[in-house]
């Protein structure tokens, strides 16, 4: 469920219209909704009741310091992959305790500043990252808490491109290797071993994989048990698909309830700390990128819609061949429907944002790209010297414009010309 709905013919954002807008923002513009945010996180801290837990939302989905700011009103922890990442939450006020850190190539400084921070937890991917880890840590006199990311190899059926479970993926240590891993942690003196954790893919359309993924962790567990290695939360990585079209993805509570009945059965389940790190079930529904169409071009074989954003500002159709919907922001006005690719101005056949999609438009006219609140801007280049769009945050009745339009001159921001005489 989301806050984008049609009154009277126009599409709105919470309660402000869209037209209104483009008209006072131009296009192309990444429209949020607060309210909607605000309703698929509190959908899974719901959904875990009073099991203990940590809703880590995984920055890269959507790292605008307003949506990291709700989201750290709401509670939220923070699941990061650079030192980035870990700058943005705290300006935007996350509190550096609930922040884990995944990603296979965590770098000495980056790995400093968290420690320096101190951040909850380090999601190591391999054994010379544990090493690092721990010289790092020991160059500082710190502890570093450290969960390790264990590819259980499960299919998680879901893109290959954003597949990470299975053996052949770079992710994660293989289970298999797990204990002699846990084993060498538990040995380096500047670390504490304290979790386990997975993360087997994205837009998930299924609970099986999970819990299959589970099954395969718990076991892992009793093996560490048996050798003296005690874990205290269990993080089960993001993950859950969203409908873009019409998938019909497990809810929150759908997931969350299936793991609690697994885990009451398992001893010591009812105190383990479960972490997940979601990050398009709480962003993608509550963003969309608005458009104009600029030329109805009709060929002999395809019209085209060819409209101001492009691959460069939501590069999911072109990258995965992602379906987005696509619907006319304003349909008061009786159009002649065709069916059209909608194309950007970009010098690229692969710069669509949907093909063959039946509209009823003329030139000039908004088109909304639906579920374009992950993935969508923090993915947007300047390929062709395109300036990134505004991004928008609509609240009730007002909006907040949560970053501006990048103008030309940012374009060049850092770049110089040789200097004169230079050969
Ligand atoms: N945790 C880890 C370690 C991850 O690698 C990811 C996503 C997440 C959490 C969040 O997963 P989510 O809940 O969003 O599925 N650009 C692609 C998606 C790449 C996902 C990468 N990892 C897309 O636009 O579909």
């Known amino acids: 469920m989301d806050h984008f709905n049609y009154r009277d013919g126009v599409l709105y954002a919470e309660d402000v219209p869209l037209t209104q807008l483009a008209a006072e923002l131009g296009t192309p513009c990444y429209v949020y909704s607060k ?6 996180f509190r959908a899974y801290t719901e959904a875990l009741g009073g099991h203990p837990h940590l809703i ?4 890269k989905a959507n790292s605008n310091l307003a949506v990291l700011g709700l989201l750290a009103r709401l509670g939220a922890g923070f699941d990061i992959v650079s030192v ?28 400093a500043r968290a420690l320096e921070v101190g951040i909850k937890c380090f999601n190591v991917e391999s054994r010379p990252e544990l090493e690092r880890l721990n010289t790092v840590a020991g160059e500082l006199g710190k502890v570093a808490s450290v969960s390790l990311r264990v590819n ?7 893109h290959p491109y954003i597949s990470t479970g299975l053996k052949d993926n770079k992710f994660g240590i293989p289970v298999d290797d797990a204990l002699e891993v846990y084993q060498l942690a538990a040995s380096l003196p500047n670390l504490r071993v304290t979790g386990l954790d ?19 962790l718990l076991v892992l567990m009793e093996r560490l048990r048996e050798h003296g290695i005690e874990i205290d939360h269990l993080d089960l990585g993001g993950g859950l698909g969203v409908p873009y079209r019409d998938e019909k993805p497990p809810q929150p509570f759908d ?3 299936q793991l609690l009945a697994r885990l009451s059965r398992w001893e010591g389940g009812e105190s383990l700390t479960l972490l997940f790190e979601p990050g398009r079930s709480i962003a993608a529904n509550a963003g969309l990128m608005l458009t104009r ?26 990258l995965y061949q992602a379906w987005q919907a696509i619907v006319p922001v304003d349909t008061r006005q009786p159009r002649e429907k065709s069916t059209y690719d909608v194309v950007g101005p970009v010098c690229e056949t692969g710069d669509f944002l949907g093909k063959e999609r039946e509209l009823a438009i003329a030139e000039g006219d908004l088109l909304a790209v639906r579920s374009a609140g992950a993935y969508g801007f923090v993915m947007a280049s300047n390929y062709n010297s395109r300036p990134r769009p505004p991004e928008v945050m ?3 009745d007002t909006y907040h414009v949560v970053r501006a339009r990048e103008t030309l001159e940012s374009l060049w921001a850092g770049e110089a010309l040789l200097p004169e005489g230079a050969r």
């Open 35 to 40: 309210a909607t945010f605000e309703r698929h």
């Open 56 to 59: 880590c939302y995984a920055v």
């Open 84 to 111: 980035g990442e870990l700058e943005r939450v705290l300006k935007a006020g996350g509190d550096p305790a609930k922040v884990v850190f995944s990603g296979v190539a965590k770098q000495p400084h980056e790995m």
């Open 152 to 158: 259980p190899d499960v299919d998680a059926g879901t």
């Open 198 to 216: 997975c993360h087997i893919g994205s837009q998930l359309t299924e609970t099986a994989p999970f819990l299959d993924a589970l099954e395969r």
């Open 255 to 257: 997931y969350a309830s």
């Open 293 to 318: 169409v600029e030329f109805l071009k009709p060929g002999e074989t395809k019209n085209f819609a060819i409209v101001d954003a492009a691959m460069n500002d939501l590069i999911r159709p072109a």
């Open 394 to 396: 609509v609240d009730g």
